[in-house]
């Protein structure tokens, strides 16, 4: 990831040009899309009433995960921007990496979308067919491309990142770690907290080679793990080694789990298990792209770039680099 490659500290003042305004600019738009994610909250509740007006089963549960998600955006979008209103250069630095993992996803979601419209719209008439795709592939553009790559360019931008530099010349948390190994601490931060909603999520149901495990060992797995994510998100923040290793260890044995388990159980006693109704688990086999067969490949399809990502930031977790990196000094 070319972020990897941060540019020198230390500008002087007369070195740059001052991006104050730009970066009070950038702050406000970002504020407004986590506005935007905030606003997702109440439509998917309100989506669902109306799909149960019409038919559909009531099951608050399934939205939780994705009402979180955008409670989480939200919150972080509209702190971020505020401090990039602030000129703080924590929110430069975390801003990038939302953008970088945020670009990372829109790519290989885009590239997945050409697989999976057209089956979804395989029963819709040609030319509806036709306007459908357009609309859908412009939205991913925007949304998935287009804004976190102008968010990449502008806080990778040399002069905002002397700009934050100049304006708030403390040291803060964010520059003691390289920005790539900061983005796979706070990663392994935010799937600690994931692990912790699982249970309340989806029954702590949890595929392990083969077989799914959930209730009450569903729940002790989830906590287990959790923990040990929080663990890894700490230790990759201090650089330690094995902190990389054991990541590599762990996303290994989930891709073995689960195309092992896909390859030998139904979704639909997966769904059963999570508390999906009947109408649900119908709905969602109309989508062939959704069987255990198409599971197993977008399982490991899933993992290429994240062995990537972690082949990328290896070098930031060998001793001597994690010993000879040091806090940049104030401009």
């Known amino acids: 990831m070319l972020f990897m490659n941060e540019l020198p500290t230390g500008l002087s003042l007369p070195d740059f040009r001052d991006r104050r305004t730009s970066l009070i600019v950038f702050g406000i738009l970002v504020i407004l899309l986590g506005c935007l994610c905030a606003l997702m909250v109440p439509l998917l509740f309100l989506g669902l009433l109306v799909a149960a007006q019409h038919g559909g089963a009531m099951n608050y549960q399934t939205l939780i995960p994705a009402a979180l998600t955008y409670l989480t955006l939200a919150t972080a979008l509209i702190w971020l921007g505020i401090g990039s209103i602030m ?118 149901v949890l595929p392990v080679f083969g077989v799914l495990i959930s209730g009450l060992p569903g729940t002790i797995v989830f906590l287990a793990l959790a923990g040990l994510w929080g663990y890894l998100a700490r230790a990759a923040y201090q650089l330690k080694p094995v902190a990389w290793w054991i990541t590599v260890a762990m996303l290994v044995l989930f891709t073995m789990s689960n195309i092992i388990t896909f390859s030998r159980i139904d979704l639909a006693e997966l769904y059963q298990l999570m508390g999906y109704s009947e109408q649900q688990i119908d709905q969602i086999a109309s989508f062939s792209f959704f069987s255990s067969k198409t599971m197993v490949w977008w399982t490991a399809l899933f993992c290429l770039p994240l062995f990537g990502c972690l082949l990328g930031v290896k070098r930031y977790f060998a001793r001597p680099a994690a010993a000879e990196f040091t806090s940049p000094p104030p401009p």
Not at 102 to 110: A, D, E, R
Not at 123 to 143: E, H, K, N
Not at 157 to 176: G, I, L
């Open 87 to 204: 000129v703080r250069r924590w929110a430069r630095a975390l801003l990038l990496i939302l953008a970088w993992s945020w670009l990372v996803v829109g790519i290989f979601s885009s590239v997945s979308m050409f697989f999976v419209v057209p089956r979804m719209m395989a029963t819709i008439p040609a030319g509806a067919r036709v306007i459908a795709m357009a609309v859908m592939l412009v939205f991913f553009a925007v949304i998935f491309l287009a804004i976190p790559g102008i968010l990449v360019i502008f806080y990778q931008n040399k002069n905002v990142k002397a700009t934050c530099e100049a304006h708030d010349p403390v040291t803060r948390w964010t520059d003691r770690c390289p920005l790539p190994a900061l983005a796979l601490s706070v990663w392994l931060g935010l799937g600690a907290l994931s692990m912790l909603l699982m249970p309340l999520a989806y029954h702590s």
